[in-house]
T-cell receptor, first 115, second 114 residues
Framework: AQKVTQAQTEISVVEKEDVTLDCVYETRDTTYYLFWYKQPPSGELVFLIRRNSFDEQNEISGRYSWNFQKSTSSFNFTITASQVVDSAVYFCALSVLNQGGKLIFGQGTELSVKP | DTGVSQDPRHKITKRGQNVTFRCDPISEHNRLYWYRQTLGQGPEFLTYFQNEAQLEKSRLLSDRFSAERPKGSFSTLEIQRTEQGDSAMYLC????????????FGSGTQLSVL
């Protein structure tokens, strides 16, 4: 069975601080995909990134960066110089091959960025 | 790309009533998914369709729940004899079916059972 754990329920930072959201996953499959989604107060889940299990390169996109480490089964997400607009709930998710592409989500981390 | 749309946005019903939600996926997407999300939790998978075929149903989908996608386009999720525990956000998502690609989500239908 697959599982995703986001141990941080809520994080509060002041604008311009860096913040890291943790994600730990469990799967016995060797081919899998990891995702991060953002859910602002409006409710719609917004896709941020997708990585496959064979690509451990870290990725940076503007103020966002992701650190994928298979050795620790983690896929952490860092926001540099946070802004108030980053306030949202962030979800990490896992998808394994041959299961129809369904996503298994973690419990989410609510990020609050204060001015 | 007009996005995934769901209707209604909010539904309030009394315990024991039947409710039906509709999802219109992105037009060229052949996979459609239903999820349920309760407060403070991540979305939980309910079921998914490949075109009109329902290929998987979660154990969360009790026999009071039924989903259809009759022509491989829009989908409906019906809950019969609603219970207070059914109160949740019901999310629909779609994808083109490429290997484990990202899902596009709608804004959801918030169900409140009184």
């Amino acid at each position: 069975a697959q599982k995703v754990t986001q141990a941080q329920t809520e994080i509060s930072v002041v604008e311009k601080e860096d913040v890291t959201l943790d994600c730990v996953y469990e799967t016995r499959d060797t081919t899998y995909y990891l995702f991060w989604y953002k859910q602002p107060p409006s409710g719609e889940l917004v896709f941020l990134i997708r990585r496959n299990s064979f690509d451990e390169q870290n990725e940076i996109s503007g103020r966002y960066s992701w650190n994928f480490q298979k050795s620790t089964s983690s896929f952490n997400f860092t926001i540099t110089a946070s802004q108030v607009v980053d306030s949202a709930v962030y979800f990490c998710a896992l998808s394994v091959l041959n299961q129809g592409g369904k996503l298994i989500f973690g419990q989410g981390t609510e990020l609050s960025v204060k001015p | 790309d007009t996005g995934v749309s769901q209707d209604p946005r909010h539904k309030i019903t009394k315990r024991g009533q039947n409710v039906t939600f509709r999802c219109d996926p992105i037009s060229e997407h052949n996979r459609l998914y239903w999820y349920r999300q309760t407060l403070g939790q991540g979305p939980e998978f309910l079921t998914y369709f490949q075109n009109e075929a329902q290929l998987e149903k979660s154990r969360l989908l009790s026999d009071r729940f039924s989903a259809e996608r009759p022509k491989g386009s829009f989908s409906t999720l019906e809950i019969q004899r609603t219970e207070q525990g059914d109160s949740a956000m019901y999310l629909c998502a779609s994808s083109s079916g490429h290997i484990n690609e990202k899902l596009f989500f709608g804004s959801g239908t918030q169900l409140s059972v009184l």
